[in-house]
């Protein structure tokens, strides 16, 4: 049988945890917000933060 044949599953389920952008930090440190929302996109009170106009 081929390797790429096999039926191969982990006994549990893996399913990555995306932690959640706190807005407090996001308004802190808007660049490291913006760069982790790049590379883990997910909705959330962070990008409405990001995208509020300068007051």
Wanted: proline share 15%.
């Amino acid at each position: 049988m081929a390797f790429d044949a096999a039926d191969f599953r982990p006994a549990t389920p893996v399913a990555p945890e995306v932690p959640v952008l706190c807005p407090v930090w996001t308004a802190q440190n808007p660049d490291r917000a913006l760069a982790f929302l790049f590379v883990a996109p997910h909705d959330g009170d962070a990008v409405d933060v990001l995208t509020a106009p300068e007051a």
